[in-house]
């Protein structure tokens, strides 16, 4: 290990998200329900190691996620309960903050990934349904607007005897077009093109972090951490 560093705890209230970014950077943002304080990290790894750090801004609520958007990469995006934020990492700035309003009801728990197309941001993100289980949607939000439709909702399922998740923490995590999520009731993995489940992978209940990626031999490798300091990589072979 090269370098670690702590980042600083204000206060037992408050939240912290983390959002890991290229070049050695990441988001993070730290704050109550009231307002949270959003941040971008650089390492430099010179003779003595250290970390910079900039402030992007503040919000007027909770957020509920940070994420980075592809195509854009110094662009960072932050999710509350009715507010799409985005702020632009090397001037950091924030961009622009819309509300976000729909036709239909809408109760987005975390967004995982998103790109943006022609002014709109797609944004994969777990939702809870009318029932309160978690589901999980593509989204389009209007930056302009802040009109925000659902494009596509997938089913997750953890097997095909149950019809839901048993709890509503799940964490998920999206890499086009694999998405794999856990909760108490394990970690899978589906192609998010046919809602196939390819693979059961865990059945720890204490799972905190994962990570997917797709492999030019047509494997995907998801590594999963749990509470314990347990790391364990998975390479599957989705037909």
């Known amino acids: 290990m090269e370098h670690t560093h702590w980042l600083q705890n ?4 408050e939240k912290l998200l983390l959002c890991g970014l290229k070049d050695l950077k990441f988001a993070t943002a730290q704050g109550n329900e009231e307002s949270f304080e959003v941040f971008i990290h650089a390492f430099s790894l010179e003779e003595n190691p ?17 994420c980075n958007i592809e195509k854009l990469p110094n662009a960072l995006m932050g999710l509350s309960d009715s507010t799409l934020y985005v702020w ?12 976000l309003q729909s036709s239909e009801p809408l109760i987005v728990m975390n967004s995982i990934w998103a790109t943006i197309e022609n002014g709109l941001v797609f944004f994969m993100a777990v939702c809870e349904n009318e029932d309160g289980f978690p589901i999980c949607q593509l989204l389009a939000a209007n930056l302009a607007t802040g009109y925000c439709q659902i494009v596509m909702t997938y089913s997750l399922k953890p097997s095909h005897e149950s019809d839901s998740f048993s709890n509503k923490s799940i964490k998920a995590i999206y890499n086009e077009p694999f998405l794999a999520a856990s909760c108490k009731d394990g970690a899978f993995l589906w192609t998010a093109t046919n809602e196939y489940c390819c693979a059961a992978l865990e059945t720890d209940a204490e799972v905190t972090a994962m990570a997917i990626n797709t492999n030019n031999n047509g494997t995907v490798s998801v590594v999963i951490g749990n509470a314990t300091g347990c ?3 998975y390479c599957v072979n989705c037909p």
């Open 50 to 66: 250290r970390i910079l750090t900039a402030v992007l801004g503040s919000t007027m609520s909770g957020l509920k996620s940070l």
């Open 231 to 233: 790391v364990n990589c």
């Open 88 to 99: 632009h990492l090397l001037e950091a700035r924030l961009v622009t903050s819309v509300y």
């Open 10 to 13: 204000r206060g037992s209230e």
